[in-house]
């Protein structure tokens, strides 16, 4: 399949351990997040998301964290898997308006 | 599996030439957003359409156009190919506004040479 983010930031981690991928986001009038997970030759898959009325969301061993101070988004995935090697990506919407992404992050868990 | 189909999978064509991308959508959702993901980078919206009207654009070209069928389905048109057009497009299915977590297809690989 098709390489995505051949240049992207990198995060190594032992399978088992948890996993932090953060995000900075741009618009302070950004009231709806996503987090998707890419993997080579496919579309992006939804995993969680939060409204800016929140500042956490947990899901199957999934939690967003959001901080609206200082614009910033983090996905925490615990027990890493093998299966979570991805490139993950967040992204932000302002009400009304298109989803901005970001760049994304790749996640490779090491055995 | 998300319920939303792209077709093809794969397409390559030249510089100056036409493209058709086709989308269907999620069952029971209304509104389709197509976005350009260019290798190792994050996709980019391109345009939505709801009720087969374009509902907001990006900062594409007219050369870039679209239409909503009355099923929900979706046709993304590139009118004179540029190399720069490379990219995988996808299309993102959803709710309208309120329930507008969007789901996407697995993409059509684009190709100009």
């Known amino acids: 399949g098709e390489s995505v983010g051949l240049h992207l930031p990198t995060l190594s981690v032992q399978e088992g351990d948890n996993s932090i991928i953060n995000c900075a986001y741009s618009?302070?009038?950004?009231?709806?997040f996503i987090w998707y997970k890419q993997e080579s030759g496919k579309g992006p898959q939804f995993i969680i998301d939060?409204?800016?009325?929140?500042d956490k969301r947990q899901g199957q061993r999934v939690t967003v964290l959001l901080n609206k101070t200082v614009k910033h988004l983090s996905l925490q995935i615990a027990a890493t898997q093998p299966g979570d090697s991805a490139v993950y990506f967040c992204?932000?919407?302002?009400?009304?308006?298109?989803?901005?992404f970001g760049p994304g992050t790749r996640l490779s868990v090491l055995p | 599996e998300t319920g939303v189909t792209q077709s093809p999978t794969h397409l390559i064509k030249t510089r100056g030439q036409q493209v058709t991308l086709r989308c269907s959508s999620q069952?029971?959702?209304?509104?389709v957003s197509w976005y350009q993901q260019a290798l190792g980078q994050g996709p980019q919206f391109i345009f939505q359409?709801?009720?087969?009207?374009?509902?907001g654009r990006g900062n594409f070209p007219p050369r870039f156009s679209g239409l909503q069928f009355p099923n929900y389905s979706s046709e993304l048109n590139v009118n004179a190919l540029e190399l720069d057009d490379s990219a995988l497009y996808l299309c993102?299915?959803?709710?309208?506004?309120?329930?507008?977590?969007?789901?996407f297809g697995p993409g059509t690989r684009l190709t100009v040479l």
């Open positions: 992204a932000e919407r302002n009400y009304g308006q298109n989803f901005v």
């Open positions: 993102a299915s959803s709710l309208p506004v309120g329930r507008d977590t969007q789901y």
């Open positions: 618009n302070s009038a950004s009231d709806y």
């Open positions: 069952s029971g959702h209304n509104t």
């Open positions: 939060i409204r800016s009325n929140m």
């Open positions: 359409y709801y009720r087969e009207e374009e509902n």
